[in-house]
Every structure is written in C-alpha cells, then in structure tokens.
C-alpha cells in the first residue's frame, strides 16, 4: 500500500503561481509512476499530469500545457506540481494519484485526500 498527502494548496488571484506536493509512503516511491488530476464542482475529475518513475518522461493536459510543470524527488519520496499563469478554470480540487510503473495495473489504485486550489479573477 502506498499513502499519499497533499499539500500547498490555497488562494490565488490570476496569473499567479502555486507549488503543490504529494508526499508518499510505504512502497518504494521509485516503483511508482505518479499522476496529478483535478475535479471542480459540479465536473468529473480529469487528468492534469504525470510523470514516470524515473522522470524521464512527462505528460500534460492540452488546458495547462505550457503552464504547469510536474516534477519529482525520489529521495524525498514526493512529487511536485509547479502551477504558473493561474486561471479562474484552475480552481478545483487537486489529487496526486500513483500506480505502479511495472505496467502490471493501468489505472491509478493509489490517491491522495487532495487539496483546494481557488485562482480569483
């Protein structure tokens, strides 16, 4: 089992930036390919971001392409969401998400509680 915590959340005004964190216990972090998404009222969540175990390769929403910049830390066990240029449509719950980069599970299993990310205009 892996246990993950956001952090870094708050409010914004537009054009600002954010840093969220997730850190991650239990299994070895540098076995797990890691993913952020979001879900704002009223909307399914949606993807935003991933990253792969060895941070050689990353992957982004088309909405904040260019904006917002996924990292990670294996020897702090955490992974970052570097969020710049805040819009008001930025404003959701934020999830960190992780599975295990074997290929051996598709889907996301292991999630964070997330946190609130509110851009004002």
């Known amino acids: 089992q892996v246990q993950l915590v956001e952090s870094g959340g708050g409010v914004v005004q537009a054009g600002g930036s954010l840093r969220l964190s997730c850190a991650a216990s239990?299994?070895?972090?540098?076995?797990?390919?890691m993913g952020w998404f979001r879900q704002a009222p009223g909307k399914e969540r949606e993807f935003v971001a991933a990253?792969?175990?060895?941070?050689?390769?990353?992957r982004y929403a088309d909405s904040v392409l260019g904006r917002f910049i996924v990292s990670r830390d294996n020897a702090k066990n955490t992974v970052y969401l570097q969020m710049n240029s805040l819009k008001p449509e930025d404003t959701a719950v934020y999830y960190c998400?992780?599975?295990?980069?074997?290929?051996?599970?598709?889907?996301?299993?292991?999630w964070g509680q997330g946190t609130q990310v509110t851009v004002s205009s």
């Open positions: 239990g299994r070895t972090f540098r076995s797990i390919d």
């Open positions: 990253i792969n175990w060895s941070s050689t390769n990353t």
């Open positions: 998400a992780g599975r295990p980069s074997d290929g051996t599970i598709y889907e996301y299993v292991y």
